[in-house]
């Protein structure tokens, strides 16, 4: 994708729409907002099959090759910043999609900004095109946020490259949507990768013999397996009901005491199983660049974060609800935040 396509702010078509008609039912958002993070993880999964596809031991990651893979790959990042807006009425997410290309320079980023309000009020939605009626606003606002996520990398992530996601693959029923760009992104010739930091999974310890009621979680037992500069074996997970949900990932420690998991879908990591050797290198190298042992993250997926949430600011939720005269009462400038 030509560079020229990035430095681009887009707004969601309805993002204006949804404004106005809060604005014609007079309803009151608070001056401030709560920055919200999803945890994709606290939706159930169908139960899993785990099996290693390497020998279980630790496996050193070459630093240097790292370094040189930077330049062999091209690679872009996703994160977002959410903001959430409680009123009487219903709540309101504000989402900011971040996506950032690395040049031979400088990151060139790309952004879109949504604004959903739902409501379990039908009376509300009733005569509404944009208002969203919801029995379960956590449940559909994570579902819009992850349509939305996966439209845009379809659209923008640049084809033959590299794509690391912020965020498990798959989490439950729900977060299976973006299982289904794989088949996207490898027409494309893009290799997605996922990452999941404070994981208390233990896919691994309840499937492998003798792992089994030892230890609190995947991450506990592999803490005292790998050290610095290495990785575990990569698992196989496979949902039981459906194979599509399938997925290969390792742990990796960069720096003490630091340690996440790596995910690739199990088409993509089959597709490009002798390109993985290089691609878990470079990782190393992104996260030593990084350099942070209590908050672990791949330097371009910390610069989109840091995008996500400058757009945010630079957007200015309370400008727009001021421009359609929305107005906080005196509680909700009080205890809005």
Not at 96 to 113: C, D, K, M
Not at 291 to 296: A, M, T
């Amino acid at each position: 994708m030509p560079m020229e396509n990035f430095n681009k702010l887009i707004m969601h078509p309805d993002f204006k729409k949804t404004v106005e008609e809060l604005s014609s039912k007079k309803i009151f958002l608070p001056s401030g907002g709560e920055e919200q993070n999803y945890n994709y993880l606290n939706f159930s999964q169908n139960g899993a099959l785990v099996v290693n596809l390497e020998d279980i031991k630790s496996y050193p990651l070459d630093i240097h090759n790292g370094c040189r893979n930077k330049d062999k790959f091209l690679f872009s990042a996703y994160d977002e910043s959410i903001i959430k807006f409680s009123a009487l009425e219903g709540t309101a997410y504000f989402t900011s999609h971040s996506l950032v290309i690395a040049g031979e320079e400088e990151y060139a980023p790309i952004n879109l900004v949504t604004f959903y309000f739902y409501t379990r009020s039908r009376l509300i939605t009733s005569k509404s095109k944009y208002i969203k009626f919801s029995s379960d606003i956590e449940l559909e606002s994570t579902r819009d946020c992850v349509v939305d996520k996966k439209n845009f990398l379809i659209d923008y992530a640049p084809e033959k490259s590299l794509l690391f996601i912020d965020g498990p693959l798959i989490a439950g029923n729900l977060y299976t949507y973006m299982v289904s760009a794989i088949k996207e992104f490898l027409k494309k010739e893009i290799i997605p990768v996922f990452f999941v930091k404070n994981s208390l999974s233990n896919l691994v310890t309840e499937n492998i013999d003798g792992l089994s009621g030892q230890y609190n979680s995947d991450m506990h037992w592999l803490n005292t397996v790998i050290k610095a500069g290495e990785r575990s074996c990569f698992f196989k997970y496979q949902d039981k009901k459906n194979e599509k949900n399938s997925k290969a990932f390792c742990y990796i420690k960069a720096i003490e005491p630091a340690i996440q998991r790596v995910e690739f879908h199990i088409d993509t990591f089959l597709k490009y199983k002798g390109h993985i050797s290089d691609i878990m290198d470079l990782i190393f190298y992104l996260l030593l660049v990084q350099g942070s042992g209590f908050n672990p993250q791949l330097r371009p997926i910390a610069i989109a974060e840091a995008y996500a949430r400058s757009v945010l600011k630079f957007v200015d939720i309370n400008k727009y609800l001021k421009d359609a005269k929305i107005s906080p009462t005196i509680n909700q400038v009080r205890f809005g935040g």
